[in-house]
């Protein structure tokens, strides 16, 4: 019989290196991740020095962190980003309240999502943007349809990978669980619903960089205040490195919501991750 | 007939079973009125070739699957569906990824409805049982097939079963491992005292662990056939009698 696994102690021991050579490891390590981006800044940065780079278009980087400051430290900014995060917060929750439960009811009822199919089928190929227009003429050209379009658009990512992810909940673990006489209320809680985490969170995560891709073209479109808002104005003001500022806003809060979602989904269910 | 335990519940009468499947509209027999009784406490093996209906019976026994007709009694009371007194142990271990070796053993008793610490009080006696007490808090990621297995068959026995319903719990393992797990079983009925049914396709297998082993015939729905392994416990696969048991078996399967 063999055993496949560590002690904590010898885990411990294949850790405990030499701080110095760690800290050596770690800059190679941040090098051989991050060593391509800084090198784009930098020959961005010199490229503008070296005056090959037209600055009315391309401003030198260090021209857009100064507007970045500026427009933060005014607080512009801040107000355009908190009404974009408002925006595509609100959406993108109404899409998870909505989109999970309705997942797991479709997942466990076929019935239902037989029914459902063929509608959410031609909803989902329909692009949100092109139903911008209706959702307009609906809702008025106020935060209604903004949000309304985003949640359109962030709803069905999240909805088909909960379908997705119960129905492929493993059949031998509900038949083991139905084998000790549990419930099938029991079977749900105790082994549909943790199996479909990991299958959401791919949902959820797609549902995110929707969002924001959504909320900067419902910004473009009517809105006098956001991020996606700001690109534009700046464009249309000749602001070029505040532009590049709102652009680099919105790189970050896409980073930013990955980010987020990557930890709580390393929280909560790390057993389906990296699996070594 | 060779019986070491002295357990009284746990006795498995068959009766007249059938059973069918539909397979594109034709009805296949599996089963055809059969009878059997597993005295309490007794091991029995059943083997056959794939597609006898050895699994099938197993899974009418553990309540998994309905039989078309005929009554199965567990200690004279008819029983229909799942119980309480039966538990099953899969090919494959089918442990819960997300919860460790620990709250793996506690799942039976947790989803019957005892409370957690209890269920894991209960759970670690089983773990010492079956050897794996140090990995209790490890995920079934880590662990080896045979380990695997181990910690599924604690989980079986965590619940107190009166009768152990074992589908080819050792397929799917590597020899050698199949060997220390058989060796293991056997200790483990002897200490646990249960009626042990086991499916398997391998004849040693059958011979080292079962008091009994029924052969399901080739052909459909034909008769069983019934032979009682009178070798004394501990079994050794090298003894002169073990392979004369063996040689024998093979020809009633015919293999000869």
């Not at chain 1, 059949?171 to 209320?185: D, N, R, T, Y």
């Not at chain 1, 995110?208 to 473009?220: P, R, V």
């Not at chain 2, 020899?175 to 060796?183: H, R, S």
Request: charged fraction near 20%; glycine fraction near 8%.
């Amino acid at each position: 019989m063999t055993y496949d696994i560590l002690t904590p102690a010898e885990r411990a021991g294949a850790q405990s290196a030499a701080p110095a050579s760690r800290w050596r490891q770690r800059a190679q390590g941040l090098l051989a991740d991050y060593g391509l981006v800084l090198g784009f800044f930098a020959g961005w940065q010199i490229a503008s020095m070296a005056g090959w780079l037209n600055p009315a278009v391309f401003p030198a980087p260090d021209r857009v962190v100064a507007a970045l400051w500026n427009g933060l430290s005014s607080g512009a900014l801040v107000d355009d980003i908190v009404i974009s995060l408002q925006r595509a917060g609100i959406a993108f929750l109404a899409a998870v309240a909505l989109g999970i439960p309705l997942g797991l009811l479709m997942g466990q009822m076929r019935p239902l999502e037989r029914a459902l199919d063929p509608i959410l089928q031609l909803f989902r190929q329909t692009s949100a943007l092109a139903l911008y227009p209706v959702f307009i003429l609906i809702f008025g050209l106020g935060e209604g349809s903004k949000v309304f379009v985003i949640f359109w658009a962030t709803l069905f990512p999240i909805l088909l990978a909960t379908i997705g992810g119960v129905k492929e909940v493993d059949l031998k673990l509900v038949e083991m669980a139905h084998s000790f006489g549990a419930s099938q209320l029991t079977i749900f809680r105790r082994v549909i619903l943790p199996a479909s985490v990991p299958p959401i969170f791919v949902g959820l995560r797609l549902s995110a960089t929707t969002a924001l891709l959504l909320l900067i073209a419902a910004e473009m479109i009517g809105a006098n205040k956001g991020v996606g808002f700001q690109v534009m104005n700046a464009q249309y003001n000749f602001q070029i490195p505040l532009m590049f500022a709102a652009i680099f806003l919105l790189a970050t809060l896409g980073l930013a919501a990955n980010w987020v979602l990557v930890q709580l989904q390393r929280r909560l269910c790390s057993w389906s991750l990296d699996p070594r | 007939m060779f019986d070491t335990h002295q357990t009284t519940s746990g006795a498995v009468t068959i009766r007249d079973l059938s059973k069918s499947f539909h397979l594109d509209g034709a009805p296949l027999t599996v089963l055809r009125h059969l009878d059997l009784d597993i005295p309490a406490g007794q091991s029995l093996a059943i083997v056959g070739a794939s597609g006898s209906g050895k699994t099938t019976l197993l899974r009418i026994l553990a309540g998994l699957e309905e039989p078309d007709s005929g009554d199965v009694l567990i200690d004279d009371f008819p029983v229909r569906g799942l119980g309480r007194d039966r538990s099953v142990i899969f090919q494959e271990p089918r442990l819960i990824p997300w919860l460790n070796v620990l709250r793996n053993v506690a799942f039976g008793l947790e989803v019957q409805g005892v409370a957690r610490t209890e269920a894991e009080t209960r759970a670690r006696r089983y773990l010492r049982l079956v050897g794996l007490t140090e990995f209790e808090s490890a995920l079934p990621r880590q662990l080896s097939g045979g380990m695997a297995q181990r910690v599924g068959i604690a989980r079986a026995l965590t619940v107190q079963p009166e009768i152990l319903l074992l589908d080819e719990p050792l397929g799917a393992l590597d020899a050698m491992t199949k060997l220390a797990m058989q060796k293991e079983l056997s200790r483990i009925w002897a200490e646990e005292r249960v009626t042990m049914v086991l499916v398997t396709h391998d004849l040693e297998e059958a011979i080292f662990l079962a008091d009994r082993v029924m052969v399901l015939p080739r052909e459909k729905g034909g008769t069983p056939k019934l032979m009682d392994i009178d070798l004394t416990r501990p079994r050794d696969r090298s003894d002169r009698e073990f392979v004369r048991v063996r040689q024998q078996l093979m020809s009633e399967f015919g293999l000869h």
